[in-house]
């Protein structure tokens, strides 16, 4: 199990002792407690509250704002009416090309012509961030992948990388007409203040807010000292495995293995928990992926003298057994969402009291961490988060009525929990076909390796197509996160919420069950944070990948605002 190595860890061994021991304290007398490990805590309150409370330390602590040293264009970038006006043209016109990415397409040095739209959205790039491409080296991989590098004035500190992609999601062509706006219209409504468009939210905001404020730096005359890095793959929703992968292997040979400060990538937001309660949530981790192809291979003939069970039985058989047999959960206080019930336990007002209780408590005692875990484990919008998930998407077999099917085969799509591994996902749907095999009288076989021998009736055979191990989780303490945490909580607190006293907000981490082309960077560094500071707009949340897709525009304006920041603090940072 990883080692939990955050502020909790560290902020609760000083009063774990207390924790463990209250029982004894507690027969000592509440008086004696106060005098002997009071003052530590929180003195002058009364016994009660320090058990109730632990020591009264926020688990959830407000991180300090960093701010910026060189902020010349901080308040532009939020209030100037003129500038907010070209960045939404600029994000209007990347929405403008179809820069779409079905599952299933050509190298992009032999077909060009298929990949037209993407030259055109160069050409675009370098028409609106001229300084970035004047003083930046722009670097091309495998034809299409985009590398941006803005040498810094010391070598010798490692660069920041950004990241982002030029690919969008098709448009069903069918569902154009529900389309308030046209997808590829990049509509601004300055009404509702939404710039409308596939790729508003997933991640055209993203691309252009990164050569926002380095365009913006470049103008301001700002010099990093660190060398800033910008790359943008283009095939993220399909696998990544021409652009990301190759600039990963790009980026390997030139920088080598840990050699980058931060990654920062595509993920969480910042979500408003209950009015004026906000939590920003990197995702600091990912599950792992394996898609399991097995196939029945059986026998065929006439369907008037059937065998017990045909291939299709068979796969029936198995598929049942996989779908009674759920993976555990395996929740421990690293997993990413711990951060985020942590914060919302200690300053939402809408937590039941024992759930509370035991968010607070798990660390303490395995009894509530284990109550916690049980609590994840039955509510829906938890549990994939805890656990190895599996879904049987696809099956195929039989063709006609009086034909018994040779071969029915079938997909099983796993997301393996942060805990887990490919080896134990493969290891648990063995087992399963183990079981089948043996008792319908099948060989089994893995991966082209006979398991047990073919029968007379046949053999079970799976093999895998895709494997990706869950991603290391990225560290939530130390001078690199409090550097991040620091630049988003000033990007909140003192710009997105300058004019709101009430407003109160907390840096939490959550997890992904998804993967962003990170995974192929995984080498480069072990501070990855999958994150845009845009508010969560809870109306918009269901639209990413569909139809409606569009992002407020002052949410569009934070993201820059971020990553000018950031480029500046991370920047200068040793
Ligand atoms: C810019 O930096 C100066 C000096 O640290 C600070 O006083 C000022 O508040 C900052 N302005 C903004 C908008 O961050
Ligand atoms: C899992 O790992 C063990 C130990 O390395 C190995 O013997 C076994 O074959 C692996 N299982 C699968 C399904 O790859
Ligand atoms: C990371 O490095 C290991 C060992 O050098 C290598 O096997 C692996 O393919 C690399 N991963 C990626 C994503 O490049
Ligand atoms: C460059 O950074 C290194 C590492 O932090 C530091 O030791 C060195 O003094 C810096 N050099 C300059 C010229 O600032
Ligand atoms: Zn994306």
């Excluded at 009404?191 to 997933?202: K, S, V």
């Excluded at 869950?470 to 300058?498: M, R």
Aim: aromatic share 10%.
């Amino acid at each position: 199990m990883i080692k939990l190595e955050d502020d909790y860890d560290r902020q609760e061994r000083g009063q774990c002792f207390l924790w463990r021991h209250k029982k004894l304290l507690f027969s000592l007398g509440g008086l004696l407690a106060l005098v002997v490990y009071g003052t530590s805590c929180v003195t002058g309150a009364t016994y009660d509250t320090v058990v109730a409370h632990g020591c009264h330390k926020p688990r959830c602590r407000k991180i300090e704002p960093i701010i910026p040293a060189f902020n010349k264009s901080v308040d532009m970038i939020f209030n100037d009416v003129e500038y907010k006006k070209a960045t939404i043209e600029r994000l209007s016109g990347a929405i403008k090309i179809p820069t779409e990415i079905g599952d299933v397409f050509p190298e992009p040095s032999e077909d060009r012509e298929y990949f037209k739209y993407f030259f055109e959205f160069h050409d675009y790039l370098e028409k609106s961030y001229p300084l970035v491409y004047d003083q930046l080296t722009v670097e091309k991989v495998n034809e299409l992948g985009l590398l941006y590098t803005w040498k810094g004035s010391n070598t010798s500190l490692q660069p920041i990388l950004f990241m982002a992609h030029q690919d969008v999601v098709p448009v069903n062509r069918k569902t154009l007409d529900e389309w308030e706006h046209p997808p590829f219209s990049g509509y601004y409504d300055e009404e509702t203040d939404y710039i409308w468009g596939r790729g508003a939210l997933d991640c055209k905001n993203l691309l252009t807010a990164e050569l926002e404020a380095i365009e913006q730096l470049l103008k301001d005359g700002y010099t990093p000292e660190r060398t800033t890095l910008v790359s943008f793959g283009f095939d993220e929703e399909s696998s990544g495995t021409k652009g990301a992968r190759e600039l990963g292997k790009f980026l390997d040979e030139r920088y080598g293995k840990d050699s980058i400060y931060t990654i920062i990538d595509e993920g969480g937001g910042v979500t408003e928990l209950e009015e004026n309660l906000f939590l920003a949530l990197p995702v600091n981790a990912e599950k792992g992926y394996v898609d399991v192809l097995i196939t029945i291979d059986g026998r065929g003939g006439h369907s008037s003298k059937p065998p017990d069970h045909t291939t299709i039985g068979v796969a029936s058989k198995l598929i049942s057994l996989i779908e009674d047999h759920p993976f555990e959960q395996s929740f421990a206080l690293d997993n990413p969402i711990f951060r985020a019930l942590t914060c919302s336990a200690e300053h939402s007002s809408n937590i039941p009291s024992s759930l509370k209780r035991n968010i607070l408590g798990a660390p303490h005692s395995r009894k509530k961490e284990h109550a916690l875990a049980e609590f994840l484990a039955s509510h829906v919008a938890y549990r994939d988060l805890i656990r190895t998930t599996g879904a049987v998407d696809i099956i195929t077999g039989g063709i006609k009525a009086n034909a018994l099917p040779e071969v029915t085969a079938f997909l099983l799509n796993h997301r393996i929990e942060i805990h887990s591994s490919v080896n134990d996902t493969l290891e648990a749907d063995l087992y399963h076909a183990k079981k089948i095999a043996k008792k319908y009288g099948y060989g089994l076989s893995f991966k082209g390796e006979p398991v047990i021998p073919e029968t007379s009736l046949g053999v079970i055979e799976i093999n895998t197509r895709y494997e990706l191990e869950p991603a290391p989780v990225s560290p939530t303490s130390g001078p690199v996160w409090d550097l991040f945490a620091g630049t988003i909580q000033n990007v909140f607190e003192n710009g997105v919420f300058a004019g709101n006293k009430d407003a109160d907000m907390y840096i939490a981490t959550y997890l992904s069950t998804g993967n962003t082309d990170t995974k192929y960077y995984w080498n480069l560094s072990k501070n990855i944070y999958r994150f845009i500071a845009s508010q969560f707009d809870k109306e918009t949340l269901h639209v990413v990948h569909s139809v409606g897709e569009r992002i407020k525009a002052d949410n569009h304006l934070s993201a820059i605002a971020f990553v000018y920041q950031y480029s500046v603090n991370a920047g200068n940072a040793e």
